[in-house]
Structure formats: C-alpha cells, structure tokens
C-alpha cells in the first residue's frame, strides 16, 4: 500500500524546516517548535490538517511583524530544495492565513513560493476576498518568464479545482478567467498547458457554451493547441455532447452495426467482467471514439451510470474487433453493490448494444 500523503510531514522534514529557519532567524526556537508540532493530536491530523497546524505553529515563533516573517519564510523556502514540493505549501498556507490584510506583499510572497511549491490553494483566499485585484496581478503572472508562475495564473483560479475551495463567481461567470487563458493558450510549457485544458473542463461543467464557442475559435491552429481542447473538453465528450462530437471530427454512425456481442453473464467483486463485440461497415469505419458504460447499482434501488473509454482513433478498416475486461477490484473512490448491472455501448456518442450482468 502506498505510503499516505500525510507522511510527507514527518520528523526529517520538520528538522530541515527548523535547521533553515534557524539560520534565517537567530530567534528561533527549533527544539520548541518540533515539541509543538508533534503534540498529542499529530497521528489523527490529515494532510491539510498538518499542514495549517505547522502554519500555525509557525505563528508562534515567528516575529509578531508579518513582513519580517514573510521574509523570513521566503528565505528558508529557497533553500529547501525542489523535491520537497507538496511539504511546502506550509508556506502559502501561512500566506493565507495571516496575509489578507496585507494584500500586496501576500501575493508577492505567493509568487515567490510558487516556484518551487504551488500556490494554487492560498491563492483562492485572495480571490474570494478581492477577485479583480487578485486577477489584475494574475494577468501578470501569465506573462511571466517562469513557468510555475504562469500555470499559477491557470491552476489557481481554476472554477472547480479539485481538493480547493470552489470559486462560486467564476462557475457563474468565468470572463475574468478566460481572459488568462487566452494569454496562455499557445504556452511553451506543457505543464503550464494542461493547467489551461483542466480550467477550460472546469468551465465546461457550469458554462458549457463558453467552452463550445472558445474550442470554434481556437481549434486547429495547430497540433498541441487541438490536443489542449480535447483534454478541455473531456468532460463534454464524454457526456456525448454533439456539438463538440462535431467539432473533433467524430461524424455520425448510420453506416455503423455492432454485432458479435458476448457478455460474461456473472462476476465476483474483485474479479473482471468480459465483453467482445465487432463493430462493422460497409465502408472504412474512419474516426471513432468508442467507449461503454456501465450502470451501477447503488442502495434503495438506485443506480449511477460512468462512461469507460476503449479506443480513440482513425480506423482505415470496416471491421474492429473489441475485447475488454473491465476490473472490479475494491477502489477508495468507488464502493461496489451486488446485484444486476447494466452495460452498454457508445460509439460517437450513439448508445448500441448492451447487456444484462450480476456482480456478487
């Protein structure tokens, strides 16, 4: 099993953290510091809640003067060198705890840690309490020569950025977002690139249109500007959107027959299900996305449906042939319930066959 994100505070780091401090900061009292932090609450504390209770232990060996501190921090977050990334963000959670009545030097402290550490949490603080401030100095970090800081521009204001607090102004309206990422649609970086493809699939959640009409305008003008849209549109293909289908070249199936389908009729939790089908033409098959879903069964009778991908791509041939195994081991994110389950297909957003199975 994996080792828990929450480990990544441990003992070592603490002293690295104290060892720096104390270079910076003659005061400091490291031996003090590491007692707080490892205090009788520490083993049942999660991720962020270690993190906000190093920030705010940090508080209390810290000049009571916040620019002095921030100063200080500054200082010792640069000599932690780059692989400590997530543990760093102790650093911008202080920023947000502390900072917002000093708007300017905050966002300023923000940008210097979010090169070696990402700012894309504390930043959404700031948004909440000041967003046309806030994205005015955002503007200018996506002309900035740094990566980390150009994707902070994308990542940090993101409508629906996973484990973050939500943006409800941006899910209502996201102009002042897009504006960002109209600066940073042809980035140099991919990583700063894929950020712009996971706001443009947070938009599209909420303001499905404005992710339509943006992907018309900025389609094939060149490969990895399509290939940012698609990841940006995900969330719309996937719901089989028809105007997007369109637009990525995904044409109608009236040409298209499913046949051959042979479903495993019964599987064990922890087993995989087995499927094959052919799908045929009388033409060459071109472009299609296949993909199947499966409905699950949930309690009181309920049941949820998730769309699975199988392939993506141009098929110079009139015939395919498909077989898939789909797996039903125990995830965290998913909790399985016995019972009948349905399964079907979808090529280019057209469902076709489907079949009848028991999960036991």
């Known amino acids: 099993m994996a080792e828990p994100f929450k480990n990544l505070y441990n003992k070592e780091y603490i ?16 031996e003090d510091f590491t007692n707080a932090i490892f205090n009788d609450m520490w083993e049942n504390l999660e991720l962020k809640q270690r993190m906000r209770h190093i920030a705010l232990t940090l508080k209390l060996y810290l000049p009571d003067d916040y620019q002095e501190s921030i100063n200080i921090l500054k200082n010792t977050s640069s000599d932690i060198t780059i692989e400590y990334g997530l543990e760093n963000m102790i650093f911008q959670d202080f920023v947000e705890v502390y900072g917002l009545e000093y708007f300017d030097m905050s966002l300023d402290a923000l940008e210097h840690f979010t090169k070696t550490s990402s700012s894309e ?3 959404r603080a700031f948004i909440l309490k000041d967003s046309s401030k806030t994205m005015s100095k955002m503007i200018e970090w996506a002309r900035s020569e740094n990566e980390h800081v150009r994707r902070l521009a994308s990542e940090g204001c993101r409508p629906r950025l996973p484990w973050a607090v939500a943006l409800p102004e941006f899910k209502k309206d996201p102009s002042k977002v897009l504006k960002i990422l109209e600066i940073l649609q042809d980035d140099k970086s991919p ?7 996971n706001n443009l699939n947070d938009i599209s959640k909420d303001n499905p249109s404005l992710v339509i009409s943006t992907t018309k305008r900025w389609l094939k003008q060149n490969k990895e500007k399509d290939k940012l849209l698609k ?14 289908l369109e637009l990525f070249g995904y044409k109608d199936v009236n040409n298209i027959k499913v046949d051959n389908f042979k479903l495993q009729k019964e599987v064990k939790i922890g087993d995989s299900l087995e499927f094959s089908f052919d799908i ?3 033409e060459n098959l071109g472009k299609l996305r296949v993909e199947y879903i499966i409905e699950f069964v949930r309690l009181k009778n309920k049941s949820s449906k998730k769309v699975f991908m199988i392939s993506d791509g141009e098929f110079n041939t009139k015939v395919k042939h498909v077989k898939k195994l789909h797996s039903f081991k125990p995830i965290t994110t998913r909790k399985y319930y016995s019972g009948e389950h349905k399964i079907y297909l979808l090529i280019n957003g057209v469902e076709f066959e489907y079949g009848v199975f028991s999960l036991k």
């Open 231 to 244: 990841h940006g549109c995900r969330t719309l293909l996937k719901q089989s959107d028809k105007q997007i």
């Open 15 to 30: 002293e690295l953290l104290s060892h720096n401090l104390k270079k910076h900061y003659r005061d400091f009292k490291a």
């Open 280 to 282: 045929n033409s009388n």
């Open 121 to 123: 949490f504390a930043i």
């Open 191 to 197: 990583y700063v690139r894929k950020s712009v493809a």
